[in-house]
C-alpha cells in the first residue's frame, strides 16, 4: 500500500471541566491513505469530532496532551500556529455538520468562498471571486454567477452545504474532512450531497475523512472505517468486513440493532442495554463491558489494546483477541 | 396493572370503523409581511389530506422536514384546528370541539414529542410531570396518585425512586421514557408520536422502539408514528403514507411500499435511505433526485412533486393527481407511476 497521507498516532485530548479531566480522544491512531475515504463512526461523545478537531488544531479549550498527527513529514500537534494556519483550509479544509452556524450570515457566498485563495493563493479579489464561482457551479449551485451575490440566508440547507464544500475545494486540498456533512438534512438533499463527495473524491482524489453517526452513510461511502466508543477506537478494518464480520462486540451489537429499510419480515429490534457511559466517570477495563453480551472477567480489569483480529481486521476486544467468534441469538 | 388494563378495555373501540377518520384535512397558516403586518399569503402546511386509522394499528407517517407531518399529527389530536375538513374520533366529528368537551377528549389521545430535553420542564420532579395529566384530568388523589406515578415509571422501564428527581439528571433515552410515561398517564388509546426517536443516540433508539411496541400490544394502542427515517417506520408500522408537500403521496403496508413504490416521490425517498450493508450500497441503482422542496406558500399547481419528478409532462401541471387505488391497500397520487 501507498504511503499514508495523514498518520494519527496516539492521539489524546482532554477538556478540563467542574467534574474533572474528561479524555476526549484516548490514545486513537489511524492512518488515512491517499485517494481513499476513511470513515470515523460513533455515537455522540464518543470522540470522533474532537479526533478532527485536533488535527485541525481547534480542539480549543481541549488541549491535546500526547500524540501526533504526521502530515508531509511533520507533526501538526506541533507546528506553530502561523505553520499551522498555511496548512488548514489550504492542504487540510473542513465541512462541518450545520452549514447555517459555519457560513458568516453578513458576507455573501461568493466573498466567504473565495477567502481560502484570497489568503492561501493570494489571489487577487477578482481572480478569487472568478474561481468561488467555477467551483460553486462544479458543486451543482444553479446560476453560481449570479448566486455568488447572495448571503447565506437564501440558500436551503442542502445549498449552503454545497457552498461549504464549495469553500473547502477552492484550495485543493489533499484531505477534506467532512463531519457529519448530512446530518442535518433531509435524505434526497442528503442523497445529493453524498454523491457530490463521491464526485469529489473521484475528480479532485481528494483523500476524505467522513465523521458520521449513521452506519448506512459508511456502508455507501467509506473503503475503511473506525469505530470509535467512549474516545478510543474500538473497531477498524475494511467496511466490507467490518459489516460482515464483526470483532469488536458494539460494532456486533450496533449493526444488530439498527432497523433495516430492506428487512423481509418483523422482527424485534435487539437493543444493546444501558447508556454510553460518562467520559468523566469511565468504567474500568474496556468502557463498553458494562454494556456487553460477551463480556469475561478480564473485561471490567484491564483495558484491551487495539489489536488484530483475522487477517484485515482491528478490534480492542479481549474476547475477540482470544479468537472467540461473535455469535447469539 | 390489571385493573388499569381492564378500564382500557371500556375505552376501546371495537367497531370495524376507523378509529381515526381524517376528511380533506386543510391547514393553512397566515404569512404576514410588511410594515402593517398584513396577511400576505398562506403557507399550506397541510393541504387536503384523507387518512383512515384503524384500532390498534400503527400509521407511519413520513415525509422531509416541511412536508406538514407533524402539524396534520398535532391537528389529528386537535392541538391546531384544521381551516378546513374534519376529523372524525371514534365515530364522533372533533373537528370544532371546544372548551370541556375537548378536555374529556384529552383523555383519549396523548403524543409524544421528539425533543425530550425542550418537552419537559425542567423545573418540575419526575412525579409532577408524570402526575400533572393525572391531576388535570382528576384521575387519581393523593395515595393512588403516587402509586399510578410510580407503576407508570414501572411500565416505562424507569425506576420508581425517581420521582423526586428532576429532568437534567437523566439522559436523552430515560427524558423520553418520562414523556412516554406522562403520555400514558391518561390510559388514551390513541397517541401520536411526533419523531420520537430522532434526537436519541443510535444505541438508545432500538430501546424506545422496542418499548412503544411492547406498549401497544400491552395497551392496545393505536399509534400515528411521524418521523423522517423510513427505515424506522418501516419497521414500526403496518401501513405508511407518505407525504409530501401537505399532501399525501402514497398510502401502502410498509413491505408493499418498499418493494412496489408507485409513486416517484417515494421511489427516489427509498433509494435515498442508505443501507448499512456494504455489499448492498455497493449495487443500488441511486435516483437522485434534484432541487429542493418547492415552497408551501406558493406550492407547484398540479402535483407537487413534479418540479423534481423525473417522470412529470404536461397533465401533471395541469391537474392534481386524485389519491387512487393500486392493487390491495396500496394508494398513491400519480398520472403516471412506477411500474409494479
Partial sequence: MAQPLLEVDDLHTVFSTKEGVVKAVDGVSFELYPGETLGIVGESGCGKSVTAMSIMRLQRPGRI?????????????????????????????????????????????????????????????K???????????????????????????????????????????????????????????DVTIQAQILDLLRDVNREFGTATILITHNLGVVAGMCQRLVVMYAGKIVESGPTADVFANPKHPYTWSLLRSIPRLDAEQHEPLRPIEGLPPSLVDLPTGCAFHPRCVFRVDRCSRDTPPLAQVGSTQRAACWVTQAGTELKGG | ???????????????????????????????????????????????????????????????????????????????????AGTVTFKGEDITHRRGEKLRVLRRDMAMIFQDPYASLDPRQTVGDIVGEPIDVHGLAKGRERQDRIRELLRIVGMNPRFVDRYPHEFSGGQRQRIGIARALAVEPTFIVCDEPISALDVSIQAQIINLLENLQSKFNLTYLFIAHDLSVVKHISSRIAVMYLGKIMELAPGQQLYRRPRHPYTGSLLSAIPIPDPKIELKRQRVIIQGDVASPVNPPSGCRFRTRCPRARQHCAEEVPPLESFGAEQMAACFYPLEA
Avoid at chain 1, 84 to 96: N, S, V
Fill in chain 1, 65 to 125: 496532551v500526547g500524540g501526533r498527527v504526521m502530515f508531509k513529514g511533520q507533526d501538526l500537534t506541533r507546528v506553530s500556529d502561523y505553520e499551522m494556519r498555511e496548512i488548514r483550509g489550504k492542504e487540510i479544509a473542513m465541512i462541518f455538520q450545520d452549514p447555517m452556524t459555519s457560513l458568516n450570515p453578513v458576507y455573501r457566498v461568493g466573498w466567504q468562498v473565495a477567502e481560502p485563495t484570497r489568503l492561501h493563493n493570494s489571489f487577487d479579489p
Fill in chain 1, 127 to 185: 481572480r478569487a471571486l472568478a474561481s468561488a464561482v467555477e467551483m460553486l457551479g462544479r458543486v451543482g449551485i444553479p446560476s453560481p454567477a449570479a448566486r455568488q451575490k447572495d448571503y447565506p440566508h437564501q440558500f436551503s440547507g442542502g445549498m449552503r452545504q454545497r457552498v461549504m464544500i464549495a469553500m473547502g475545494l477552492t484550495t485543493t486540498p489533499q484531505v477534506l474532512i467532512a463531519d457529519e456533512p448530512t446530518t442535518a438534512l
Fill in chain 2, 1 to 83: 396493572m390489571a385493573e388499569t388494563a381492564a378500564k382500557h378495555l371500556s375505552k376501546a373501540w371495537t367497531t370495524n370503523e376507523p378509529l381515526v377518520t381524517v376528511s380533506d384535512l386543510k391547514v393553512w397558516f397566515p404569512v404576514a409581511s410588511g410594515l402593517m403586518q398584513r396577511t400576505t399569503g398562506h403557507v399550506h402546511a397541510v393541504d387536503g389530506v384523507d387518512l383512515e386509522i384503524k384500532a390498534g394499528e400503527t400509521l407511519g407517517l413520513v415525509g422531509e422536514s416541511g412536508c406538514g407531518k407533524s402539524t396534520l399529527g398535532r391537528t389529528v389530536i386537535r392541538l391546531i384546528e384544521p381551516t
